[in-house]
Nanobody
Framework: QVQLVESGGGLVQAGGSLRLSCAAS????????MGWYRQAHGKERDLVAT???????NYADSVKGRFVISRDNARNTTYLQMNALKPEDSGVYYC???????????????WGQGTQVTVSS
């Protein structure tokens, strides 16, 4: 069974920083893209940032220049460094990964349990 375990959420004042981590565990062959998504209360889950296995990154416009996504392939872990946080960054942050479990040429979606980030004004 594959699991994504997140950590690093919490409460921070506007302008502060937080670092989220997400580690993949279990039995699988490879991981393609990893990323972070955010769901504010009563809203849909939106993309925050993604990183491919080769390190190509993609960011939502709202976080460009403030957030940095990175990845440690040896540890099967992705990180999200969040700087200059704003109240509108608040929400539950979910880790996502495309994981290949078998020899079939197919990657399946996996999600973490979510970690709450609250930015106070």
């Amino acid at each position: 069974q594959v699991q994504l375990v997140e950590s690093g959420g919490g409460l921070v004042q506007a302008g502060g920083s937080l670092r989220l981590s997400c580690a993949a565990s279990g039995t699988y062959l490879s991981i393609d893209e990893m990323g972070w998504y955010r769901q504010a209360h009563g809203k849909e889950r939106d993309l925050v940032a993604t990183v491919t296995g080769r390190g190509v990154t993609n960011y939502a416009d709202s976080v460009k220049g403030r957030f940095v996504i990175s990845r440690d392939n040896a540890r099967n872990t992705t990180y999200l460094q969040m700087n200059a946080l704003k109240p509108e960054d608040s929400g539950v942050y979910y880790c996502h990964a495309d994981i290949r479990r078998t020899r079939l040429p197919r990657f399946d979606d996996y999600w973490g349990q979510g970690t709450q980030v609250t930015v106070s004004s």
